[in-house]
């Protein structure tokens, strides 16, 4: 039988890293995704050290399909993977007018295109190899649109709107689909996404990378479709069934300008 592995991308930082850790820490074989390899290599050697594991190291461009698909063939040569997280994902702060066309594009295409292609790939091997867990990592801001980030609110629509519908197509069977939802988490999203200065980043609180992915990796153990993290992050998500819809989105633009307005 082909040993089982974890699959893990954008595992070079933040919450990617952080699952690494936790699945390491119960002796699971990891393959790390992520662009930067040198990252990659020092958090392999890491859990390679600590956990006597084994941990392949997988740089790759995920906004390219190709690459994409490339990957899995790679990955699941030879292995059974029966934990899939798909971690990596990035957005841009600006207005939808102003922002750079190229690097929104490529947001979709690693939000939303290598999310699907390593998740269909996933679901096929898995159930044939006999079950597996699948986490797709959203966020709050798919509950919701949001002017100023108004591409990655879309890209994490759809990553939640998948996840529920793939794992209501599964339910009963041996593969388990959760979408994890947190809100601001200390990770280097903002930096990457422009928006150190959002009003969001200076009024809320903003949670703790570790706890984050340990509640969610309960929730994809458990088997449950959504884990939305933090109670406020809970009534966020709600929100938008709660009051009319253009208010909705009104309250989320200004939480999500930069600059203008100080709160501390």
């Known amino acids: 039988m082909a040993a089982k592995w974890t699959l893990i991308t954008g595992a070079s930082d933040g919450l990617g890293r952080e699952f690494a850790r936790i699945a390491a820490a119960e002796g699971r074989d990891l393959i790390l995704v992520a662009r930067r390899a040198e990252r990659l290599e020092s958090l392999a050697q890491e859990l390679r050290a600590r956990y006597r594991i084994a941990v392949e190291v997988m740089p790759a461009d995920l906004s390219d399909p190709a690459a994409v698909d490339a990957l899995w063939r790679r990955a699941a040569h030879r292995r059974q993977i029966e934990v899939l997280v798909n971690d990596a994902g990035f957005g841009l702060n600006g207005a939808f007018a102003d922002t750079d066309l190229a690097r929104e594009l490529a947001s979709i295409a690693v939000n939303v295109m290598a999310l699907t292609i390593l998740m269909k790939h996933a679901v096929g091997h898995m159930r044939s190899q006999g079950g597996g867990r699948i986490l797709n990592v959203g966020s709050t801001a798919g509950f919701m649109p949001g002017p100023n980030m108004a591409v990655y609110h ?87 069934r709660l009051s009319p819809r253009a208010l909705t989105t009104r309250i989320a633009g200004l939480f999500l300008r930069s600059g203008g307005i100080r709160a501390r």
Not at 154 to 163: E, G, N, P
Not at 175 to 197: D, H, I, K, R, Y
Not at 213 to 220: E, F, H, I, K, T
């Open 154 to 240: 879309a890209t994490k629509a759809y990553v939640l709107s998948l996840s529920e519908a793939v794992a209501e197509e599964l339910r009963g069977g041996n593969v388990t689909v959760t979408a994890l939802c947190p809100g601001a988490t200390a990770t280097g999203f903002q930096s990457v996404a422009q928006m150190e200065n959002a009003l969001l980043l200076r009024v809320l609180p903003v949670a703790e990378a570790g706890a984050v992915a340990r509640a969610g990796w309960r929730a994809m153990q458990r088997g449950r479709r959504i884990c939305v993290t933090g109670s406020f992050n809970r009534f966020f998500a709600a929100a938008p």
